[in-house]
């Protein structure tokens, strides 16, 4: 709990509202794995919201930036004002809320991060129990990185410990999301166990952990097709995400758990071979770069609204770095064939090397349809000093963001809330008949023209051959001495070879 008393002062003592930090490795495949629980950017993500009292605000986000990247060994000291943005309709405050003047905040993205174990060790570190009891033993580095998919966050806000508000707590959260995609890697087989995904179990709870619970989603069509192991110690029900799902619950705190073991490996297997596909989500995007050439190009997004007969509104997010230097009059936004006005747009255009394009848009998106958005945009010759040690990799662009109130197919009860209030922190709901939802579509990656880096190389090479070659040669000859020498007469010994080479009618030597 150090690292967490150490956040919150340095919170408290800066009068720093609220921060939010994501760290994502891969990307979360909707079409196989439906609807994610938690959605997380590829990449590092970092939103703060400061508090009123705060003077000066970028000085602040700098400073705690830095002191964010030192705690979880990230990059995030990376962040400056060439890639930091400041929202007006997106990432409202959570929590105590003093104000939600949008000037107190910052939003800034690096989608070329990636998390590796020193990243994972100080977020293990920040729990109560460390990674020694409870159900942190499952979080071995080996198997997490092994994974599809890999997300973990931290979340810290103020909060009101009564329904008076008459004193204000820090809350930390953080949330880890794993995939194991077992039927895609080869194995065939949708069974799963702890053991099978972490390779170990759970033999007991945190000492310092009012629950300790295990949930396990049985809510497919055909229940008894599927058998889980060990009995579960109850069964739970929740809308969650607009859906009502059925949990099995282990409760780690309960003493009839690991009396028959001494350990719990929970098990899921299906009865006979089941082709289940993931229902669609309602709202899910994707984005991808159009054009050719290095000169030009387009970046396109689609936004899905698969739902029959209900329309809704959704916040665009989208921040462009400045060496792709957009052209807004190009932008163009068709949902069936027609020109779809968004509602409220907002754009701030970039400066070079100072700050990126930030674009904001309300769009409506009408029942059981597809929106297409495009931009184009010119792409800028950067210095030759500029350009990472790779340049032909190219350059990544963050995910746009999306923010939505998605209508709920279940509607949500007050008896809901008050008995599930794990989900109802976690997947937020208005007034039950939508749920709140914060998608990212995938990072894009972009050419930039590069030019030839080995042309240096090889201008050296030959320049050094040249003087090696003439200028060495003509230096030896101004500064060489040249001497005649006289030819010998020979010794003793050639005199007498002579002598006797003569008497013998033999030419002398």
Known sequence: MCAFASLSWEMDQEKRGRFHDFSGLGFWRTRYWGQPPLQAPAGAELWV???????????????????????????????????????????????????????????????????????LTPWKKLLPCGSKAGLAVLLK??????????????????????????????ELRQTLTVVFDFFSSGQGKKDWSLFKMFSRTLTDSCPLASQSKVYVDISPKNKELLEVSPPPTSVHEAVVQG???????????????????????????????????????????????GGYGLQTGEICTLIYNTHPYRAFPVILLETVPWYLRLYVHTLTIITKGKENKPSYIHYQPAQDRRR?????????????????????????????????????HGFYVGSSVLSALVPS????????????????????????????????????????????????????????TVVAVCYGSFYNLLTRTFHVEEPSRGGLAKRLANVIRKFRGVPPL
């Open 356 to 392: 990126p394009h930030l674009l904001e848009m309300l769009i409506q998106l009408p029942a059981n349809s597809v929106t297409k958005i495009t931009i184009q945009f010119e792409r800028a010759l950067l210095k030759w000093t500029e350009y990472p040690p790779d340049p032909n």
């Open 243 to 289: 859906d009502k799902k059925t949990y099995a619950v282990y409760d780690l705190l309960s003493p009839s758990l690991f009396n028959t073991s001494r350990s719990l490996n929970v098990q899921l297997k299906w009865k006979r071979p089941q082709d289940t596909e993931m229902p669609i989500p309602t709202l899910h995007a994707q984005r991808y770069v």
């Open 49 to 119: 919201w400061f508090q009123p009292t705060v003077t000066d605000v970028d000085k602040a986000w700098k400073e705690l930036s830095n002191i964010l990247s030192g705690i979880f060994c990230a990059s995030l000291n990376f962040i400056d004002s060439t890639n930091t943005v400041i929202p007006t309709a997106s990432f409202k405050p959570l929590g105590l809320a003093n104000g939600t003047d949008h000037h107190l905040l910052r939003y800034a993205v690096l989608p070329r991060e990636v998390v590796c174990t020193e990243n």
């Open 141 to 170: 580095a080996e198997r997490l990185f092994h994974s599809s998919y890999h997300s973990q966050a931290v979340h810290i806000r103020p909060i009101c410990r009564d329904a008076s508000c008459l004193a204000v707590s820090w």
């Open 409 to 464: 197919v279940t509607a949500m009860k007050d008896m809901d809330v008050e008995q599930s209030p794990l989900f109802t922190s976690l997947f937020p709901s208005s007034d039950g008949s939508s749920y709140f939802v914060r998608l990212y579509t995938e990072p894009l990656l972009v050419n930039l023209p590069t030019p030839d880096f080995s042309m240096p190389y090889n201008v050296i090479c030959l320049t050094c």
